[in-house]
């Protein structure tokens, strides 16, 4: 279980990083488009760091330390609820991305998508060091 874990975290840091480093690549236009493919490794890892953190919340509840405010318990809903968001605005604009021909879309939609593609790394990156390290039920 723990290579598991560990390949999770190794999938979930290259995910946040590649999607950090294109996020400002993309920018200068010196690469095709690339959004469309990485959508689905970045729907996988939003999937996967729901399911990791929520057996991480269950794990701090039934320990008994969700009563008390401490640092852990603090990480640990951060991460849960910021993927729960992120997964939100992830999928809604990615689902109407795939039904709706109009590829410019809408401001709403532009500025969701930024809003995601900067808050993703983060929260991957802070879950994927997470499992690597070990620190999955700690």
């Keep these: ?7 999770v975290g190794v999938l979930l840091l290259l995910t946040a990083a590649f999607v950090a480093i294109y996020f400002v690549v993309d920018q200068l236009d010196i690469l095709p488009s690339l959004w469309n493919a990485l959508n689905y490794p970045m729907a996988l890892a939003i999937l996967l760091g729901i399911a990791f953190t929520q057996i991480r919340k269950r794990k701090l509840e039934s320990d008994g330390l ?15 609820y910021g993927f729960i968001i992120i997964a939100l605005l992830f999928f809604w604009n990615w689902f109407h991305e795939l039904t709706e021909s109009d590829a410019e879309g809408s401001t709403l939609r532009s500025l969701t998508w930024v809003a995601v593609d900067v808050a993703f790394p983060l929260l991957a990156a802070s879950l ?3 499992l690597l390290r070990g620190d999955s039920d700690k």
């Design 1 to 7: 279980m723990n290579a598991l874990i560990r390949v």
């Design 66 to 80: 969700d009563r008390i405010l401490t640092r852990q318990y603090i990480e640990t809903n951060i991460l849960a």
């Design 128 to 130: 994927g060091s997470r």
